[in-house]
């Protein structure tokens, strides 16, 4: 596609409740990573992925929170047992490669955990 | 380990120029310059790979020391446009896979 589509935009959960965030990278882009931004604040790393390589986990804050990243394309975030502390905007990026190009960045997925 | 970006904030008028400086701690790669504006996604502006590059987009450049693990923004003749929140993103070699985002410099341009 022309940029990097995520949905929903909003998501309004409960406390406790199973949430899947989505991304559609641009088409070519074989890097795709997910951040998280709190309000306010910087852009907290959570999980990058690379062509077939096993995908750095390094930035995901609990065992709650894992990703998965069918056929080299479209990503799925999946946070557990929500909690309050999980609201905040997921942004997912992708690029070229991973080392020398920048990142577009998708509009996100503002969650609210109620 | 996140970069330290350089002020927090700063406010300008029109025409007036800005510096934001970031720094880390170890060893870069690279780094990454974006601008979010309230609402919208961050927008990449330029990455810069050797030492001592610079590089420049319309009035907005960017330098490179690899010695010194720093990066430096420099806004010229600024823009109503230019308003929003500027992150440096760094790569180090060690974790050249991702990049770091410092906490961010809220430039505000007054008319």
């Known amino acids: 596609g022309a940029g990097v589509s995520q949905s929903p935009s909003n998501k309004v959960t409960e406390k406790g409740k199973d949430v899947e965030l989505r991304c559609d990278p641009i088409s070519g882009h074989t890097a795709l990573y997910w951040y998280r931004q709190s309000l306010g604040q910087g852009l907290e790393f959570l999980i990058y992925?690379?062509?077939?390589?096993?995908?750095?986990k390094s930035g995901l804050p609990s065992d709650r929170f894992s990703a998965e990243r069918t056929g080299g394309s479209v990503s799925t975030l999946t946070i557990q047992r929500t909690q309050q502390e999980d609201s905040a905007v997921y942004l997912c990026?992708?690029?070229?490669?991973?080392?020398?190009?920048?990142?577009?960045f998708g509009s996100g997925t503002r969650l609210t955990v109620v | 380990q996140q970069p330290v970006q350089s002020p927090q904030a700063v406010i300008l008028r029109e025409g007036e120029d800005a510096v934001i400086n970031c720094s880390s701690s170890k060893a870069l790669y690279s780094v990454h310059w974006y601008r979010q504006k309230h609402g919208e996604a961050p927008v990449f502006l330029m990455i810069?790979?050797?030492?001592?590059e610079q590089k420049g987009h319309d009035k907005i450049s960017a330098s490179f020391n690899e010695k010194k693990q720093q990066s430096s923004l420099y806004l010229t003749a600024s823009q109503l446009s230019y308003s929003g929140t500027y992150f440096c993103?760094?790569?180090?070699?060690?974790?050249?896979?991702?990049?770091?985002f410092g906490s961010g410099t809220r430039l505000s341009i007054r008319p």
């Open positions: 990026a992708s690029s070229i490669t991973d080392m020398n190009y920048g990142y577009t």
């Open positions: 992925f690379q062509g077939n390589s096993a995908p750095d």
């Open positions: 810069l790979l050797k030492g001592g």
């Open positions: 993103g760094t790569r180090g070699y060690s974790s050249a896979s991702k990049i770091i």
